[in-house]
């Protein structure tokens, strides 16, 4: 049963993961990526980390996903006539690597933990508690340092965004 | 030590003169005269000390220590240095008086005194040298003052080739020297001529392979080849042939000069060293009949050149060069007491030969080609007359002084085994081309019809008395020097213990075929050059490639030329453009090239596409992934 | 008397300071000021000559402080008579320097003078320093002054010349530094003298042995490695010149002294038959090269190439004779070849050409010029009586001892040395003085002769009294020898094997014993024992 | 029934990989950005997985940060969008190679 | 776990640079252009107290926030350094930004708050502090690359920049997903413990210390994560390449040692072998196309990429010596690298500042030509740190070059150090091109004609500290290498 819900989640992550690449219309891929997302919070589940389903389905889907969304349609950004010229090599580059990355992970002797296991119980229930307790004990430092990404982020946005700057600029 | 001043009088004059010669200019030679000459009374002082058998050395300073290289400036006086040193302060006393006549006016008249100075003392120091190094220094010193000496006149560029020549041949002659001093040093562990000679009898049959460096086996006796390798500095430096080739040409130099360094004193230096060296050579008969070989090949060559030359000078010089074969010959068949005696007469009568022509010269106001001239012995009968002295002297006719010396010689020669015979053979050959070509000079310079420039012809007239003094000097020593006693006086420095055979009737016999080769020679000459003035055409016409080479002086400059000068220069040349240009220098621009070539290339990889930095991180991590995924 | 005063502090620093001060000044005061302070330079020198103690084989006037705790390196700083003699060449050389660019450097006369004395300061500091470190900073400070030297103040294809040289000598210099990095793991420290005492793996000393060489060998420069030295000569200015020629290419052949000899012995005598063989082409190719140049300065370049051929002859010859008349090489080609250059640049300010073709028949309208041009020339030429005969002649005798073959090729060098040299003296010197210059051929100023005279005077000293110098170099070329031949016993056994030239059948005779006793003199060597080795006494008996 | 974590690493390299490619053949930035935005979600894929495999939360608080700063890139990229095509009305990545070489 | 007064002292400089960035956006808005400068003196008495505190932090090493960060001496010397660079930035800013005509107000606060950013990462004792320090520094720097928006280079470089910095972040990340996974922690030491006691039975580790090592080999621009260096350098306003140039890459170097000595300490054998290629690669290419550049910042980036190069000797270096003693001096070659390094680039990119003037770009290298006329004081300060750069005696250059071959030395590889040291000859040629074209070169009559230098106080004082820097290590590194010999010890 767990391996059918895996193997739901998995193929539809991957699938649509390729989707995003391969769909040349930006709309599309945004789309796409929007359905892997959904996925994705999807597999958080069943691995316990509801609190993080939520924040990928409000943050990530909710918001950065509409802004890009947003962005698109701002832009009127159209079909891409091609990929990058380059898509052959980017091929060889990637493919070995993949392969290589998928023996050595499969290759390598990372047993399942006893632990491990698709059971319901555990922290499950006490997930978003446990995880807003720590993030505001423990890890407050990263937490505040995190804030300030946020700070340079939004005003770098404007900084970069904004039409003219007074007086100056060009 | 009064004697150290022999040498130091005319050092002193030098650097008066050199130092302070721009402001004494024509008051030269109150400093230089005085200096000389007064080196010229010690030294008859020593000579007379010498008669006593009085041997001494004095040290000067310490010049050099370098572990078991030591070398001590000194003065070293015996019976040979005695006679030498008689010889140079003389003839330089002379030419010191002659050049004030010879050179007044001149712009470098101090600097010729002071060269002249210089030469004197390094001359001096040379035979007063105790070891081998002193030797060569002032071997190489006496050398440069015969380079400044040529290139006197150094606007002339003939002068200036000629300085370049006489020095250059000279090098490739010291270039032995120093090599057989360096193989003396490395024998014996020292450089003074009495250690080297009381441990050269052990060394005797010591062997040196030649081929080592190369694997090959090559012996020879070790002291040959040091002799032999001493020789060729004497070979330079006397002009023996095959490097005899710088001595005609050195007479672009003033004639002071041409007397003093290159007939009396310096040339005969290589003759000096064979001699101051005969315990060494006495070991190595291979050498000694090397250097008599030599000796006699210079002493033919040098007189059938001297046959056709018309540059009076020239003439003389050849003389010289052959003379020389004759002191060297005689040096190698072991006879250094006639050798050295020869050289000593011949210093006399040479050099008045030479002031002479300097006064011919003069008189027609720096003409030198005797075929201008003729007729001048009414006008300068005092040079003429002492000419005919010296030339009599030169072919050895009877009781001058070259009489006896050429006699001694070719006598000692004949008597010195079948080498030596049929060497005092080729002397008398010799003797009748000296007598034929140096009366060939007479009759053509003083009789006959005059040929003399018109424009010259009525101012030429005898000149002052310092240049004839001198003359008359020379022309009574040239005749005195015969009856001084000088093979006696020297006999005790060559003694040997080898039984000295007696000459006996040989000996008369080729007394008498020696003073007729000379008779014939002068009757020669009279008859072709007075009696029948047409015949010299004639006869180079009859030999015209005889005459041709001799007149050109069987091509051994153009030979030397082609073979070593401009095989050098264009070697020069040629590995400049080709190996240090072409080859070094390119790969050192290559490399350069090379790695910016590799940075332009690389640089063509940073393409200003963004993705494709992204696919070098990519690739790179494939790289690395492989790397690891591989080991 | 030597811990009192800090000589060779004083020395490094004076002129350094005396660089930092010029900027305080106006461009009219400079000359004389850089005058001052080379001639105070030279004055705090001279005294070393008489206080140094010829006796001793150890370094003198020594001073060590700690500079760099972690690694240790330390300013140490010490002379001894190898390097006595160069310090004493460098400080008679600067002034001169700056004389003769009075006038020849119009632009930008601070920043020339202040760049002389830098240099002046690193290249005492180079033969003072006593370690390792201390000597590579001070050996590659000298790079940029000498580049800015060349490149500002030089002739038009100082580009290219200036760019050669530096690139040339740092790429030599990079091994160099990589060769101390590798002693230092090896010997824990960064000291000479430590350094020097110890020994060293033979496969670690061959590599180490290269390194050096690269460094030295391209400074020098030798054979293969010399084509920077034509070209930076002919563009620099006159001072650089003297300065390149006259010390610049000493360091090389002091690095092989003072480091390659002592530190690396088995190296060294393993790779003498290549010094051997890059010395003789170095001799006899540079003649070769010299006798094909139109230019003076060319033309004297490569009389340096031959000439330092000679140094290291004589250097990797292993005995007395042969490093002393390399150490004599060394001092007495600075002398000349400076000499040399000073001629060329004072020619060069009147007509403004270097080739021998414009330049010629000097003799007339410049006596004074010309006679110590034929001066210089003679003495470059090896005559005897001047400077450059006694080192010529130690290095051929010490050659001579070990390998008959490669004195007798190197003495082939000394006819070249004539040929070109006279050739070049026989144009500039003699003949008629071409219309076109003669108006501007006025003869040398006081100015330039006191730049000349001193040389002059170097010149003769040395060639007629060399002693004092060469006993000052006994016990320091002993310590070297001592070093670097350190068992004496066999020793005199491996250079009869060595040198195979002498006779086959080789009982040791008796009078070898005799000839020691007859020079007392000879045996005044006794500590070090190495210098036993170059006793020529190979007297062979009768088989 | 366990899932091994194997599998969970095969997806994220998967998606990752899959990132990598778009961000390398997508001319369009949106295009790119969004790529990374897989590369991201590989890791925090990841991150559960192990998080889970580990009984520990700290990965799981690390994908709390990583979306965070995902969030900020997104901004601060978006803003750069705009600029690139305020300047040259493109947001091919392809046009904006000025600096090269 | 709970905020403490004593974990918050330990990180008040950081405290004081994020308040004092914040109080720079506040209130530049409500001054006047000329009050404005004010900003840069409140900046700049900020980190000078900054610095003073972090000093007075030295010998007391402590753990802050539960071990997210560790307050060392390691760190300390980062930080310093780092207070310093972006000092010298600010000053450097204050009138390139009015020849720029760029706003100061967001200027000084991303200066801070990238400050910021690199003190989180060279102090930090977990990935993901690490992480998030990376982040808020090259957030910042993004923009700041773009801030002459007007001028397309720069959007480019910014584009270009963030584009590729995404990118390697995602890589980064992704390793240290994996090594989470591998060893069950983000943070260092328990890394470490798990690495050292838990072997090598999963390929995991490894592969993240590729990716990790791809990761922050973006941020020290090594081969060949390096390609966005050129463009961004040339693109990015020349102050703003300055900071990049020295402050960004010091900080990711602190990081990254941090991460690799103490977290990946037991794979050192592995990842010595990885940076060792690295390495020449990047000396290699850094060093022969910088030679043929002909814009001096974009010379100056190849540049820098080479001295990344060269720091990466004591990388490997330090990997390669068995022993904690060669890792000692392996680490603080690289540190002391890095520090002679700040200063004589920053040096350098200070005189292309100044010739920023008007219509001139000034970043040509054929704009030097007779800088020497023109203005011999700026020539001769190039002339030095060229001359550092290229690493010849007396300057800091050499002696940082010196103490990198000597920890290569010392690790066996002095091969590596030949190699390095020929590529510093080549190097050498570019560096000395520019003094070519400064002393040797006369200027053309229309540059002579050009406009004065801009020569403000405040970039007198940013030169006078290059060139002290330059100078005073270069005669006198003693102190300093105390400092970083000290400062290694502090790694576990």
Redesign the interface.
């Known amino acids: 049963m767990a391996q059918l819900v895996f193997g739901y989640f998995a193929g539809v992550i991957a699938v649509t993961a390729m989707l995003v690449v391969a769909l040349r219309n930006p709309v599309y891929s945004v789309l796409s990526l929007l359905i892997m997302f959904f996925h994705v919070a999807g597999l958080y589940v069943t691995l316990h980390a509801e609190f993080l389903a939520a924040v990928q389905l409000i943050v990530y889907a909710g918001a950065i996903l509409v802004l890009y969304l947003f962005v698109v349609m701002l832009l009127n950004a159209k079909q891409d006539d091609r990929y990058h010229r380059q898509w052959r090599v980017a091929g060889f580059v990637c493919v070995p690597l993949l392969l290589e ?1 998928l023996v ?2 499969a ?4 047993e399942p933990s006893p632990l491990f296991s698709a059971d319901q119980t555990g922290p499950g229930t006490d997930n978003a508690k446990a995880i807003g307790m720590t993030l505001f ?6 937490f505040e ?2 804030s ?2 946020l ?3 939004m ?2 946005a404007i ?2 965004a904004k039409r003219d ?1 007074g ?4 | 030590m009064p004697y150290a001043l022999i040498p130091l009088l005319p050092l002193l004059s030098f650097l008066i003169l050199g130092l302070a010669g721009h402001w004494i200019k024509d008051k030269a030679h109150l400093v230089a005269v005085p200096a000389v000459v007064l080196s010229f009374l010690l030294s008859v002082t020593v000579f007379v000390d010498a008669i006593d058998g009085h041997n001494m050395t004095i040290p000067l300073y310490t010049w050099l220590v370098s572990g078991s290289l030591d070398v001590h400036i000194g003065l070293s006086i015996d019976r040979l240095t005695a006679v030498m040193l008689l010889l140079v302060t003389g003839v330089s006393s002379l030419v010191h008086v002659y050049t004030i006549g010879y050179m007044h006016g001149e712009p470098g008249y101090a600097r010729f005194f002071s060269y002249i100075a210089l030469f004197t003392f390094s001359m001096l120091m040379l035979v007063l040298a105790d070891n081998l190094l002193q030797l060569f220094i002032f071997w190489e010193a006496v050398g440069l003052c015969s380079y400044l000496l040529i290139g006197h006149w150094y606007e002339r560029p003939s002068a200036c080739a000629a300085a370049t020549k006489a020095f250059l041949v000279n090098r490739v002659g010291d270039f032995g020297f120093l090599l057989g001093l360096l193989l003396a040093w490395v024998t014996f562990g020292s450089l003074n001529y009495h250690e080297i000679f009381s441990a050269a009898q052990e060394t005797a049959a010591q062997t040196i392979n030649l081929l080592a460096p190369f694997g090959g086996i090559w012996e020879v006796s070790l002291l040959t080849l040091l002799c032999l390798l001493l020789f060729t500095g004497a070979v330079g430096k006397s002009a023996q042939v095959p490097l005899h080739v710088w001595l005609p040409d050195a007479m672009e130099g003033p004639t002071p000069i041409s007397a003093l360094i290159h007939a009396a004193t310096m040339v005969t230096a290589g003759v000096f060293m064979v001699a101051r060296l005969a315990p060494l050579y006495n070991l190595s008969p291979v050498a000694m009949d090397v250097v008599a070989v030599v000796g006699a090949l210079t002493m033919v060559f040098g007189a059938t050149i001297a046959l056709t030359q018309t540059d009076i000078k020239r003439v003389v010089a050849y003389s010289t060069v052959s003379q020389l074969g004759y002191m060297v010959m005689a040096c190698g068949l072991g006879a250094y007491v006639s050798g050295m005696y020869h050289l000593l007469t011949h210093g006399a009568f040479k050099a008045l030969l030479f002031l002479g022509c300097g006064s011919v010269i003069i008189a027609l106001h720096h003409e030198q080609d005797m075929r201008n001239m003729g007729g001048l012995k009414d006008t300068l009968p005092i040079t003429y007359w002492t000419f005919v002295i010296g030339s009599l002297a030169l072919a050895g006719f009877p009781l001058t002084a070259g009489f006896f010396s050429k006699d001694d010689l070719l006598v000692a020669a004949w008597s010195s085994g079948s080498l030596g015979q049929a060497l005092a053979i080729a002397g008398l050959f010799t003797a009748l081309m000296t007598a034929f070509y140096s009366f060939r000079l007479v009759f053509v310079m003083f009789w006959g019809p005059s040929r003399v420039d018109p424009h010259h012809a009525d101012h030429v007239h005898e000149p002052s008395g310092v240049i004839t003094g001198p003359l008359i000097i020379l022309a009574m020593l040239s005749i005195a020097t015969g009856y001084l006693g000088i093979p006696s006086f020297l006999e005790p420095v060559f003694a040997t213990d080898a039984p000295v055979e007696p000459h006996g009737a040989a000996g008369i016999g080729i007394m008498i075929a020696a003073t007729l080769a000379g008779l014939t020679g002068i009757a020669g000459a009279y008859y072709v050059y007075v009696l029948n003035p047409g015949l010299p055409d004639r006869l180079a016409r009859r030999w015209e490639s005889l005459y041709q080479g001799s007149l050109n002086k069987w091509y051994v400059d153009e030979a030397y030329d082609r073979l070593f000068v401009r095989t050098t220069m264009s070697a020069a040349v040629a590995l400049w453009k080709r190996i240090d240009v072409g080859i070094i220098d390119s790969a050192v621009n290559g490399i ?1 090239r090379a ?2 070539w ?3 290339l ?2 063509l ?2 393409s ?1 596409e ?1 993705q ?3 696919l ?2 990519a ?3 494939v790289v ?2 492989t ?2 995924f591989l080991s | 008397m030597t811990d009192s005063f800090p000589w060779l502090t004083v020395l490094i620093f004076l002129p350094l300071v005396g660089a930092a001060m010029l900027c305080l000044f106006k461009e009219s005061a400079v000359r004389p000021i850089a005058f001052g302070i080379t001639i105070a330079e030279f004055a705090v020198a001279a005294p070393l000559w008489w206080l140094f103690d010829s006796s001793s084989a150890s370094m003198q006037f020594t001073e060590q402080a700690v ?5 240790s390196i330390q300013y140490h700083v010490g002379l001894d008579g190898i390097s006595l003699p160069l310090v004493l060449m460098t400080t008679v050389l600067l002034p001169l320097c700056v004389l003769i660019s009075w006038r020849s450097v119009e632009t930008r006369i601070k920043s020339f003078m202040a760049l002389l004395l830098v240099m002046e300061g690193a290249m005492i500091g180079v033969f003072a320093a006593l370690d390792f ?1 201390l000597f ?3 050996w ?2 000298m ?2 002054p000498m ?2 030297l060349i ?2 103040w030089g002739g038009p294809n ?2 290219y010349a ?2 050669k040289f ?2 040339y000598t ?2 030599g210099s ?2 160099l ?2 060769a101390i ?2 002693l ?2 090896q010997a824990d420290t960064f000291d000479i003298l430590r350094l020097s005492s110890q020994s060293y793996a033979p496969t670690l000393q061959f ?1 180490l042995f290269l390194a050096f060489f690269a460094a030295f060998a391209v400074k020098v420069p030798m054979f293969p490695f010399h084509t920077w030295l034509p070209d930076a000569h002919v563009e620099a200015p006159t001072a650089g010149s003297v300065i390149l020629a006259s010390v610049l290419l000493k360091m090389g052949t002091y690095g092989f002294l003072r480091f390659s000899l002592p530190m690396l012995p088995d190296a060294s005598k393993a790779f003498t038959p290549l010094m051997v063989a890059l010395s003789i082409t170095a001799i006899i190719y540079g003649a070769y090269m010299a006798l094909a140049q139109t230019d003076l300065k060319k033309l004297i370049a490569y009389s340096s190439v031959s000439h330092m051929g000679f140094v290291t002859l004589g250097l990797f010859t292993f005995n007395l004779q042969g490093i002393e008349g390399a150490v004599m090489q060394m001092v007495n080609h600075g002398i000349t070849t400076g000499g040399l250059f000073l001629c060329v640049g004072i020619i060069y300010d009147r007509t403004h050409s270097r080739l021998i073709a414009d330049n010629v028949g000097l003799a007339r309208p410049m006596p004074r010029y010309a006679a110590c041009l034929v001066i210089f020339a003679l003495s470059s030429l090896g005559l005897p009586g001047t400077n450059s005969f006694v080192g010529e002649f130690l290095v051929l005798a010490g050659t001579f001892l070990t390998n008959k073959l490669a004195a007798t090729l190197a003495s082939l060098g000394i006819i070249l040395a004539a040929a070109y040299l006279l050739w070049m003296v026989q144009r500039v010197a003699f003949g008629v003085p071409s219309p076109v210059f003669l108006p501007k051929l006025h003869d040398v100023n006081a100015r330039e002769a006191a730049a000349l005279i001193p040389l002059v005077v170097l010149v003769f000293w040395i060639g007629v009294f060399p002693n004092p110098l060469v006993s000052r170099l006994h016990p320091s070329v002993n310590h070297v020898l001592a070093r670097a031949l350190p068992q004496p016993a066999t020793e005199t056994e491996a250079m009869r094997l060595h040198d195979e030239t002498i006779g086959p059948e080789t009982p040791p005779a008796p009078s070898g014993g005799v000839a020691l006793a007859r020079r007392p003199n000879v045996s005044d060597t006794p500590p070090f024992n190495g210098a036993e080795g170059i006793e020529p006494l190979r007297k062979e008996g009768r088989p | 029934m366990t899932i091994p ?1 194997t599998y969970y ?1 095969i997806l ?1 390299a998967v998606v ?1 990989l899959t ?2 490619v778009g ?1 390398l053949i997508r001319r369009n ?1 949106i295009a ?2 969004l790529s ?1 935005e897989l ?2 979600n ?3 894929i ?2 559960v ?2 998080s889970r ?2 009984e ?1 939360l ?2 799981q ?2 994908v709390f ?2 979306l965070t ?1 995902a969030a ?2 997104v901004a ?2 978006l803003a ?2 705009i ?2 095509h305020r ?2 009305e493109s947001i091919n ?1 392809e046009d ?6 | ?3 403490s007064a004593g ?1 918050l002292l330990l ?1 008040l400089p950081e405290i004081l640079v ?1 308040a004092a960035a914040c109080t720079v ?1 506040a209130i530049e808005p409500i001054m006047t ?1 000329h009050q404005r400068d004010g900003l840069a003196w409140l900046s700049l008495s900020t980190l000078a107290v900054c610095m003073g505190l972090i000093a007075s932090q030295l010998g007391n090493p402590a753990e ?3 071990g ?2 560790r307050v060392d001496d390691y760190a300390c010397f980062w930080k310093l350094l780092l207070c310093l660079v972006s000092g010298l930035t600010v000053l450097l800013s204050y009138s390139y930004l009015k020849e720029e ?3 100061v107000g ?1 200027y000084y ?2 200066v801070l ?1 990238a400050l ?2 690199m003190m ?1 990462m060279v102090s930090a004792e ?1 990935l ?2 690490i ?3 990376t ?2 520094m090259s ?2 720097l ?2 700041m690359a ?2 002459k ?2 001028e ?2 720069s ?6 920049y ?3 910095g ?6 980064l ?2 390793g ?3 090594l ?2 591998a060893t ?3 943070r260092l030491p328990a890394i470490g413990a798990a690495l050292a006691g838990h072997g090598l ?4 580790p ?2 993240a210390t ?2 990790l ?2 990761g922050f ?2 941020k020290l621009a090594v ?3 390096h ?2 260096t ?3 350098y ?2 990015a306003p020349t102050s703003v390449t300055a900071f990049m140039a020295v402050a960004s890459k010091a900080a990711s170097f602190g990081a990254f040692l941090r991460v690799f000595v103490e977290g990946l300490g037991g794979l050192k054998t ?1 990842w010595s072998f ?1 940076f060792l ?1 690295i390495c020449i690669a990047t000396l290699v ?1 850094g060093n ?6 002909t814009n001096i910042k ?1 010379m100056l980036a190849y540049s820098s990429i080479a001295h990344a190069g060269y720091a990466m000797i004591g990388v490997v270096a330090s990997g390669r010596s068995p022993e904690l003693a060669g890792n000692a001096i392996g680490i603080a070659s690289v540190m002391l690298y890095l520090a002679f390094y700040a200063f004589m680039t920053f040096g350098a990119f200070a005189v292309v500042a100044m010739l920023r003037k008007g219509d001139v770009e000034g970043d040509e290298i054929e704009d030097f030509t007779g800088l ?1 006329k023109r203005h011999p004081l700026a020539a001769l300060l190039m ?1 030095v740190f060229m ?1 550092s750069l290229a690493g ?3 300057t800091a250059g ?1 002696i940082g070059k ?1 103490y990198v ?2 920890s ?3 690790a066996g590889l ?1 091969w590596l ?2 190699v390095a ?2 590529f ?3 190097s ?2 570019y560096y ?1 091109r520019v ?2 074209v400064m ?2 070169r006369e200027p053309e009559t229309s540059t002579a004609a050009s406009p004065r230098l801009v020569l403000s106080p405040a970039i007198s004082i940013v030169l006078a500290c290059a060139i002290a820097g330059v100078v005073i290590l270069g005669l ?3 102190p300093l ?2 400092l970083a ?1 000290q400062a290694v010890q502090a790694l576990q």
């Open positions: 990355l050595l992970f290759g390598g002797k990372m004990s423990t890890y407050l430092f990263p340092v995190a300030l990404i700070l340079v982020a005003i770098g900084v970069l700057i007086g100056s600029g060009a | 350069g790695i910016a590799g940075g332009w690389l640089r990889v940073q200003g963004t494709h930095y992204a070098a991180m690739a790179g991590i690395m992934v790397i690891f | 500079w760099i705790s972690r690694p470190v590579y900073i001070f590659e400070a790079l940029i580049y800015l490149g500002v100082r580009l200036t760019v530096v690139l740092l790429a990079v091994l530094l990589v990095l590798v230092y793991v590599w | 974590i690493l994220s990752f990132g990598v961000v930035i790119i950005l990374v590369m991201l590989a890791t925090n990841n991150f997985a192990f495999y580990l520990d700290g990965g608080v690390f940060f990583a700063v900020a890139e601060v990229g750069i969008i600029a690139l300047s040259k990545l904006f190679k000025l600096l090269k070489w | 776990m709970t905020l974990d990180i994020v956006l252009p802050a926030f539960g997210f960060i005509r760029l706003r967001e606060a991303f708050l910021a950013g989180v977990d993901l502090t992480y998030l320090g982040e808020l957030l910042s993004y923009v773009g801030l928006r007007a397309p280079r959007l480019e470089a910014s584009a270009k963030f584009v590729l995404a990118f390697s972040s995602g890589i990340l992704f240290i997903s994996l989470y996974g069950g922690s983000t039975d999963t390929p995991l490894l592969v590729i990716l090592a791809a080999g973006f081969v060949p994560f390609m966005w050129p463009d961004v040339q693109g592995d990885l290629l290419l022969s196309v910088a030679l043929v550049q974009r020497a002339l001359v010849i005696p007396p050499f010196f071959f000597m290569a030395v010392e002095a150090a030949v040291l020929i510093a000859v080549v050498a040629y000395l003094v070519m002393y040797m006198y590194p003693g290498v105390n010999v």
